[in-house]
């Protein structure tokens, strides 16, 4: 259910900002108060409160951040609050930046290793990456798994490119276990 909200007020959000012209300008806005609701967490605490009526709630979003949003941005965020959607702010706001970022060709992949790559292996796997894919830039997340032994994970959306050793080594334990001697 949380997906098909954050989809169905994300894409409302990507297409107002495809309409007028203005999707680096919110991707950018977005990306801030991304930032800011999560340094605070008593104003999604008040935002969430049962007792505070929409209204009430709506005037303070409003004193907030009214003069330092946008307009378009503020209205939408006055739409979430009197339709009790406040709860799904993250996975909305999140949903708009990763389908700007798919409308823009940025693609975002994460790359765990078992061992810290040095910057040269970071440049091969970007290359290798946009090699490989439509984007036209990477934006890539590394990650240590020492449990990996070696080789890489990559992931990109709900893609997995899975080469590390431990799970080679399993791989080989179940070709082994079907074995009949």
């Known amino acids: 259910m949380a997906k098909l ?25 977005i990306e801030q108060l991304q930032k800011i609701l999560a340094e605070n967490e008593d104003f999604g605490r008040l935002m969430n409160h049962p007792k505070v009526i929409k209204e009430e709630k709506i005037e303070v979003a409003k004193n907030v951040f009214a ?10 965020l006055t739409i ?5 959607r406040y709860k799904e702010i993250d996975q909305i706001l999140t949903y708009f930046v990763d ?11 994460t790359v ?10 970071c440049k091969k796997i970007e290359r290798k990456l946009l090699d490989t894919t439509k984007y036209k830039s990477m934006e890539i997340h590394y990650g240590l798994d020492e449990s990996l032994i ?8 709900d893609r997995v490119v899975d080469s590390s050793v431990s799970t080679k080594l ?12």
Do not use: C
């Open 5 to 29: 909200i954050s989809k169905t007020y994300g894409d409302a959000l990507f297409e107002l900002a495809v309409e007028e012209n203005k999707v680096d300008v919110l991707l950018e806005e």
């Open 67 to 76: 003069g330092r949003i946008s307009e378009e941005l503020l209205g939408f």
């Open 80 to 84: 979430i609050i009197s339709k009790d």
């Open 99 to 109: 389908k700007v970022k798919e409308y823009k060709g940025i693609g975002v992949a």
């Open 112 to 121: 765990t290793t078992a061992a810290p790559l040095k910057e040269e292996q």
């Open 150 to 157: 070696g080789g890489m994970v990559i992931r990109i959306g």
């Open 170 to 181: 399993n791989e080989l334990q179940r070709e082994l276990l079907k074995v009949q001697i």
